[in-house]
């Protein structure tokens, strides 16, 4: 006889098992290694594994810190022990890495759950926003990008945040810190932009924390942060800093004065300022805390702070978003792209249950404690500056918003799992939304062939409930990268080349450049993607250092060319459709096209090729190799 608590137990257990058990499906199905942004994160954890490997302990442990991508972030270190385990199997490796991802996030989004209601009924509203793209995926179509580690680590701190203990009991306060640094370090802006207002709210309303320490416990961060700055200034200039000379530097500069502003102030106050006297037990805890956690990101990011910077400067204000733009884009719009991408179905439904219950309940309001307040704070008042970036600023890509569209849901399904008197209505009602989940969940798996991860839905009503980027597996095969790699292998050995320039247009269809490229190195090729400044028609010079080239061009719509006219290659292109890609496309992108002109205005000999030669990829792409040899 299983007694009382015992079901309690596996109870729980059994629902939230739901979630990671459907990732785990998923991945299972899926045969195409990661790519895009994931990239940067799988290289340097394949660097780490070779390492280890290899049997190279002290350039293994070396690599821990050291090796990063160009976001130089914590990640990789999470599917690190996966790449030992599997030995070396980059499929594997990412399937392991969500399911650990999507089981923290179901474990945490329950013990916030717990705080309110019994254990069916937080698990069961638990599992209803695991079975979500924010939780499955981190709010991306893609698989392994760093998001999906960000979301269980914010709500970890948010939760822990949310404990009486916190500060008070030794154990809460340093979970509280390990997963306040995780954060910070998966995500460095985002941590900071979401934990820090709910962080000054719980030390506001903690009355046994003073003014005096709570400015102390901050100072460590602020001089951790001036300390990083200093490094890159004195004795000069980092040359990691200058990315977008003068202006990056200039910034970097004045951000480093008012640091030393805010530093130098915050010292004196702590030196010469009244009401001084020992901490309390609690001070204490705080104040440690924040020195252990400056500490620890301190170290991590001081070996990179420079490439921090620099993602951060260029993601913001450089390169990567200089001609991004908010025209035609007004709140409206973005608020209707974030519930059609989070599944409107789920998200309206939760809202509306939210709103019906609290109108029935209009006169019987629950009993509402200050801990319940200050929940609550935590929870909205983590939202506040994403929201407002997200409406301002040229940041508008769903995962931006991912986390606080998960914190509106778990703060509405609080108030309606609050009150007990109305559980006949919300428990079906969840359950159903639920099953609804896993039905279309099962049938995005469940496909015959599919050659992308973009979600091409057999019906309108899984958009509605899983939302319109819950990606799809690819399990096409044999896989495109494959077959590309198969043969450029081959024309390798038989052309003998030494470095091979891999030049594609920006769409990665049917192979990902970047992926190719990563594919060749575990090869032991020379593969190169080059990134021009500037684009010349008839300059080949960015890549005169290759003596060959990979390029891959669609079979049935040719790339027609007027040779009559030379100067502009958007001039050159007859198609309306093709000049409209054109004139938004990278350097690159535009040195791609000036290869299929070459070919197809049989003008080899001007860019010194030699041999030439193609295969079919499948129905649609053929792929070159251009020899020099």
Known sequence: MISRQTFDFIIPVLILSIAPLLTLIWHNTNTQVPMSDALDFIEPSNAMFNHFKNSNFFEFLVSIINERGWRPVIFPLFILPFMIITDGSIILSTLLTHVLFTTLSAYFIYKIFRIFSNQFTSAISSLVLCLSNNIFFGGEPFPLFAEI???????????????????VCKKTTFLFSLFFCLSIMTRPIEGILHLLIPLLIVLIFNEKISFYSILRGFLYPVAATWLLFFTRIFPKLSNSIKVDSPNSETIFIYIFIILSIVLLSMTLFILYGKNKKL???????????????????????????????????????????????RQGINP??????????????????????????????????????????????????????PIILYFTTIQITYRKIAPTMTVILIFSL????????????????????????????????????????????????????LGNEFPRPVNINPNPHDVVMNFL???????????????????????????????????????????????????????????????INVKDIPLEIDDKIAKNLYDKIKSKKTRSVIQNASNSELYSY???????????????????NCEEINNIYNVCYLSKK
């Not at 992926?515 to 190169?528: D, Q």
């Open 489 to 551: 292998v081959n024309n390798q050995k038989r052309y003998k080349s030494n470095v091979i320039s891999i030049v594609f247009n920006d769409t990665a269809k049917p192979v990902e450049a970047y992926l190719l490229r990563f594919m060749c190195e575990r090869k032991g090729l020379n593969c190169v993607v080059t990134l021009p400044k500037k684009f010349v028609f008839g300059d080949l010079s960015p890549y005169e250092k290759s003596d060959a080239f990979l390029i």
């Open 279 to 325: 901490p309390n037990d609690n001070e204490e805890k705080f104040i440690t805390s924040m020195k252990y956690s400056s500490i620890f990101i301190w170290i991590w990011f001081t070996t990179k702070f420079g490439s921090l910077y620099a993602w951060i400067y260029e993601t913001s204000l450089g390169s990567v978003v200089s001609n991004y733009t």
């Open 149 to 167: 580690s960000f979301i269980p680590f914010f709500l970890a701190t948010i939760y822990y945040l949310s404990d009486k203990k916190v500060f």
């Open 414 to 465: 609080i108030k309606i799992i609050k009150n007990i008197n109305f559980k006949f209505l919300y428990t079906p009602f969840l359950i159903i939304l639920i099953v609804l989940q896993i039905y279309f969940i099962k049938d995005n798996v469940d496909i015959e062939i599919n050659n992308s991860w973009d979600n091409y839905s057999k019906n309108k009503f899984s958009r509605m409930v």
């Open 332 to 385: 409206v719009s973005q608020i209707i792209n974030s519930i059609e991408t989070y599944g409107p179905a789920i998200f309206l439904s939760i809202i509306s249950l939210s709103f019906i219950i609290y109108i029935l309940s209009k006169y019987k309001i629950s009993s509402i404690t200050k801990n319940d307040k200050i929940i609550s704070l935590i929870l909205i008042s983590s939202t506040i500056i």
């Open 594 to 612: 000036y290869l299929h002109y070459i070919v197809s205005s049989d003008n080899l000999n001007s860019i010194n090729i030699k041999n030439i």
